[in-house]
């Protein structure tokens, strides 16, 4: 998460909300009858939807930041950029 903080796309509570939400509703989605080579995919749409939610809920203008927010919140969300760390340990 502190490559989305760098980019200052939106404060910690957002994060912190945004990143929650996306958990509930993945977590809920987990217990369906759908594959899990899916999740990665639905976590960055809940994530899109969640943010542009966020843009909304607080009167802000800048929808194209809050869906790229929610974006990489839900990218990151569901371990799709697990491997951005890599390389040394």
């Known amino acids: 998460m ?3 903080n760098n980019l200052n796309l939106g404060s910690a509570a957002e ?11 993945i977590s809920a989605i ?12 639905i976590s960055m749409i809940v994530g899109t939807i969640v943010g542009l939610l966020a843009v909304v809920t607080t009167r802000d203008v800048n929808y194209l930041q809050g869906s790229v927010l ?11 950029f697990d491997g951005f760390k890599g390389g040394s340990n």
């Open 15 to 25: 994060l912190a909300i945004i990143s929650a939400i996306i958990y509930m509703v």
């Open 30 to 41: 987990k217990k369906t009858k759908i594959d899990n080579k899916w999740l990665p995919w």
């Open 70 to 80: 929610g974006l990489l919140v839900g990218g990151f969300t569901s371990g799709l």
């Open 2 to 4: 502190d490559y989305i």
